[in-house]
Protein backbone atom coordinates (compact mmCIF):
# COMPACT_ATOMS: atom_id res chain seq x y z
CA UNK A 1 0.00 0.00 0.00
CA UNK A 2 1.18 3.44 -0.98
CA UNK A 3 0.78 6.68 0.89
CA UNK A 4 -0.94 8.25 -2.22
CA UNK A 5 -3.66 4.70 -1.98
CA UNK A 6 -4.04 6.19 1.45
CA UNK A 7 -4.54 10.09 1.56
CA UNK A 8 -4.50 11.82 -2.18
CA UNK A 9 -2.01 14.64 -2.25
CA UNK A 10 -3.89 16.51 -5.33
CA UNK A 11 -5.86 19.86 -4.48
CA UNK A 12 -6.30 23.13 -6.34
CA UNK A 13 -5.71 24.51 -3.13
CA UNK A 14 -1.83 25.68 -3.63
CA UNK A 15 -1.77 26.53 -6.89
CA UNK A 16 -5.06 29.17 -6.03
CA UNK A 17 -3.35 30.37 -2.93
CA UNK A 18 0.10 31.15 -5.41
CA UNK A 19 -2.09 32.58 -7.65
CA UNK A 20 -3.92 34.65 -5.72
CA UNK A 21 -0.74 35.84 -3.83
CA UNK A 22 0.75 36.70 -7.14
CA UNK A 23 -2.21 38.24 -8.80
CA UNK A 24 -1.80 40.75 -5.45
CA UNK A 25 1.87 41.35 -5.43
CA UNK A 26 1.04 42.21 -9.08
CA UNK A 27 -1.14 44.41 -8.57
CA UNK A 28 1.07 46.19 -5.63
CA UNK A 29 3.27 46.65 -8.04
CA UNK A 30 1.68 48.32 -10.66
CA UNK A 31 0.53 50.66 -7.82
CA UNK A 32 3.58 51.58 -7.66
CA UNK A 33 4.74 52.06 -11.01
CA UNK A 34 4.03 55.36 -13.38
CA UNK A 35 2.92 52.36 -16.16
CA UNK A 36 -0.47 52.68 -14.97
CA UNK A 37 -1.08 55.64 -12.75
CA UNK A 38 -4.73 55.50 -12.33
CA UNK A 39 -4.18 52.32 -10.26
CA UNK A 40 -3.03 53.72 -6.57
CA UNK A 41 -4.13 53.08 -3.32
CA UNK A 42 -6.86 55.63 -3.45
CA UNK A 43 -8.72 54.22 -6.37
CA UNK A 44 -11.04 51.27 -4.92
CA UNK A 45 -13.53 51.33 -7.49
CA UNK A 46 -10.73 50.80 -10.27
CA UNK A 47 -8.93 48.47 -7.50
CA UNK A 48 -11.64 46.16 -7.08
CA UNK A 49 -12.29 45.89 -10.71
CA UNK A 50 -8.94 45.04 -11.26
CA UNK A 51 -9.10 42.61 -8.71
CA UNK A 52 -11.87 41.03 -10.19
CA UNK A 53 -9.99 40.88 -13.51
CA UNK A 54 -7.16 39.61 -12.56
CA UNK A 55 -9.27 36.72 -10.66
CA UNK A 56 -10.75 35.86 -13.58
CA UNK A 57 -7.39 35.94 -15.54
CA UNK A 58 -6.26 33.13 -12.83
CA UNK A 59 -9.72 31.38 -12.31
CA UNK A 60 -11.26 30.84 -16.08
CA UNK A 61 -9.84 28.67 -18.64
CA UNK A 62 -11.13 29.07 -21.65
CA UNK A 63 -9.62 27.99 -24.66
CA UNK A 64 -8.96 29.92 -27.66
CA UNK A 65 -7.68 30.21 -31.53
CA UNK A 66 -6.90 33.32 -33.14
CA UNK A 67 -6.13 33.67 -36.81
CA UNK A 68 -3.93 36.71 -37.64
CA UNK A 69 -5.07 36.55 -41.20
CA UNK A 70 -8.73 37.00 -40.74
CA UNK A 71 -8.65 39.14 -37.47
CA UNK A 72 -10.95 35.93 -36.29
CA UNK A 73 -10.71 35.15 -32.56
CA UNK A 74 -12.77 31.76 -31.73
CA UNK A 75 -13.48 30.57 -28.49
CA UNK A 76 -14.44 26.94 -27.72
CA UNK A 77 -16.41 25.35 -24.84
CA UNK A 78 -18.64 27.89 -23.46
CA UNK A 79 -20.89 25.69 -22.49
CA UNK A 80 -23.93 26.75 -19.39
CA UNK A 81 -21.91 24.56 -17.38
CA UNK A 82 -18.47 26.01 -18.04
CA UNK A 83 -19.66 29.96 -17.98
CA UNK A 84 -21.66 28.85 -13.81
CA UNK A 85 -18.07 26.87 -12.97
CA UNK A 86 -16.16 29.80 -14.57
CA UNK A 87 -18.21 31.99 -12.72
CA UNK A 88 -17.41 30.32 -9.47
CA UNK A 89 -13.99 29.69 -9.17
CA UNK A 90 -13.85 33.53 -10.40
CA UNK A 91 -15.64 34.35 -7.28
CA UNK A 92 -13.13 31.81 -5.08
CA UNK A 93 -9.94 33.38 -6.66
CA UNK A 94 -11.13 36.89 -5.78
CA UNK A 95 -12.01 35.67 -2.52
CA UNK A 96 -8.69 34.68 -1.77
CA UNK A 97 -6.99 37.84 -3.75
CA UNK A 98 -9.37 39.63 -1.32
CA UNK A 99 -8.25 37.78 2.16
CA UNK A 100 -4.28 38.12 1.20
CA UNK A 101 -4.40 41.76 0.17
CA UNK A 102 -6.29 42.48 3.76
CA UNK A 103 -4.41 40.16 5.78
CA UNK A 104 -1.02 40.94 4.37
CA UNK A 105 -1.20 43.95 2.49
CA UNK A 106 -3.42 46.12 4.41
CA UNK A 107 -3.04 45.50 7.72
CA UNK A 108 1.05 45.95 7.30
CA UNK A 109 0.60 49.17 5.38
CA UNK A 110 -1.79 50.21 8.22
CA UNK A 111 1.02 49.48 11.14
CA UNK A 112 3.72 51.05 8.88
CA UNK A 113 1.24 54.23 8.98
CA UNK A 114 0.41 54.26 12.03
CA UNK A 115 4.48 54.55 13.50
CA UNK A 116 4.94 57.04 11.17
CA UNK A 117 2.14 59.48 12.83
CA UNK A 118 3.52 58.42 15.50
CA UNK A 119 -0.21 57.04 16.78
CA UNK A 120 1.33 53.57 17.39
CA UNK A 121 5.20 54.19 18.42
CA UNK A 122 7.55 51.53 17.89
CA UNK A 123 8.13 49.35 21.17
CA UNK A 124 11.63 49.84 22.50
CA UNK A 125 13.18 48.09 25.65
CA UNK A 126 14.58 49.86 28.04
CA UNK A 127 18.50 49.88 28.87
CA UNK A 128 18.14 48.47 32.34
CA UNK A 129 16.08 45.69 30.94
CA UNK A 130 18.04 44.53 27.67
CA UNK A 131 20.84 44.36 30.42
CA UNK A 132 19.36 42.40 33.07
CA UNK A 133 18.28 39.85 30.11
CA UNK A 134 21.28 39.27 28.92
CA UNK A 135 23.03 38.42 32.03
CA UNK A 136 20.21 35.94 32.69
CA UNK A 137 21.24 34.53 29.58
CA UNK A 138 24.94 34.26 30.37
CA UNK A 139 24.07 32.56 33.75
CA UNK A 140 22.05 30.02 31.93
CA UNK A 141 24.95 29.09 30.10
CA UNK A 142 27.59 28.11 33.25
Known sequence: MQISDVMPVTTE????????AMSVAIIQWLKNTKYLPFINQHTTGINRMVGWGTAMLAATGLHYTYDAHSGTLTL??????????????TTKSYAFNWLIYNGMVKSRAADVAAVAEGVRPVPVAQPGVVAAGVEQAQQGKQ
Open 76 to 89: TGLTLMTVAHALFD
Open 13 to 20: LPGLITTS
